[in-house]
């Protein structure tokens, strides 16, 4: 059993999805993060108070940034009740606060998150009780505090959770579609597929706008939270509104502005409307041209290298003839899209992908929800393949 106070640099976590744990410590490790560590959905590393700000406002593919403080083995609930207990709560938060509790469990000793939740806030509310005479109240939807607690096997782990709302909700997202992708995957695939800006992107499939919006901020080096009303971290004790607000300028200061086009597609008109309704959200007209296009009719609109990348229907929530649609993608991306490197991502990785007509270069394994998908890339040469490369 340890604890481990908030030092000058201390330790977080950043979670996220299956698949980005390497794109998300590449970014930590351009932010500046120290002793960087992959794990399974996550990636362990050392800042101070100011990083963790920076972390929450720049890191494209986290989640959450977690700030681990107690630690403790644990095989029963009375374990994880007299364990928590140990806990000085009084340096994160008193009694006259509200605080809610995220359980994860990965244990054959305990099975219900919703349980450990509970049992935990029993735990916390019972220790002021004893302490002040007075109990803490819950908040679920917009908390004081918000603590995870995280059971892998016969190990219990309580962090503070710097971040509050997930990371993934910007704000910027007002209008969506049937399938929605969501934005930390998104980004994540836009900066596994290579894209930095310096090419032509592409969406011919945009949908809400949703990965074009995700490009924009990459390309012109925008911090991704930038705009987000507020954080977990603004509620404690301890937030240096000072610090924040210089770390805050500071990012804006390192925006770029790259010349290159993005461009969206969709055949639907209510989505193009609602692609364009966010980019307007996000700020970002000037950079993301969106029209009305059916792609199977497209030509590619600029000249030079450039980057397709879409999450095309898979057949799950919308209704699609999969040999037909996906033998149509192969097809438009060879007789119309020269010189491109063409992304998407598919939950249909048997019909689908041997319907493209194509050779893939790269498969990598992602999820999107809980469906095990496949991100793909197809290089499409402008004459064959042999004159290109010379």
Not at 77 to 82: G, R
Not at 120 to 139: L, M, N, W
Not at 218 to 230: D, F, S, Y
């Amino acid at each position: 059993m340890y604890f481990c106070p908030m030092e000058e640099n201390f330790d977080m976590l950043a979670k996220t999805l299956y698949g980005f744990e390497s794109v998300l410590a590449r970014e930590l490790r351009n932010l500046g993060a120290q002793q960087i560590k992959e794990g399974v959905r996550n990636v362990k590393f050392k800042g101070d108070k100011g990083f963790m700000y920076k972390a929450n406002l720049s890191l494209r593919t986290a989640i959450k940034i977690l700030v681990p403080f107690y630690t403790f083995k644990l095989y029963n609930e009375e374990d994880l009740y007299k364990n928590l207990q140990k806990i000085r709560w009084e340096k994160y938060f008193d009694e006259n606060k509200t605080f809610a509790i995220n359980a994860v469990i990965h244990s054959d000793n305990f099975t219900n998150s919703h349980y450990v939740a509970l049992k935990s806030k029993d735990a916390i509310v019972d220790y002021f009780r004893e302490q002040t005479g007075k109990r803490p109240s819950i908040d679920i939807k917009h908390p004081d505090v918000l603590l995870n607690i995280h059971i892998q096997k016969d190990v219990c782990t309580v962090s503070l959770d710097s971040s509050g709302e997930s990371l993934h909700k910007r704000g910027y997202k007002t209008d969506t579609n049937i399938a929605p992708i969501n934005e930390v995957l998104a980004a994540g695939l836009i900066l596994l597929s290579g894209y930095d800006g310096s090419q032509h992107f592409i969406d011919p499939m945009c949908g809400s706008g949703t990965i074009l919006i995700e490009a924009a901020m990459i390309a012109n080096n925008i911090p991704v939270n930038i705009n987000r009303i507020e954080f977990g971290f603004e509620k404690w004790d301890d937030f240096d509104e000072e610090l924040f607000n210089v770390i805050h300028d500071s990012l804006l200061k390192k925006v770029t502005n790259s010349s290159n086009k993005i461009i969206g597609f969709d055949k639907a008109p209510s989505a193009v409307r609602k692609a364009q309704d966010n980019v307007r959200n996000a700020s970002l007209e000037e950079f993301i041209h969106i029209e009305k296009q059916d792609f199977f009719n497209s030509e590619k609109p600029v000249e030079g290298k450039t980057i397709i990348l879409f999450n095309p229907p898979y057949g799950e929530r919308i209704s699609i003839d999969v040999p037909i649609f996906y033998r149509e993608i192969g097809n438009t991306l060879k007789q119309q899209y020269p010189d491109t490197n063409a992304w998407f991502i598919t939950s249909d990785f048997t019909t689908g992908l041997k319907s493209v007509g194509l050779r893939t270069s790269r498969k990598i394994k992602v999820f999107n929800g809980n469906l095990e998908c496949r991100f793909v890339k197809y290089e499409m040469y402008k004459g064959s393949k042999k004159a290109s490369k010379n």
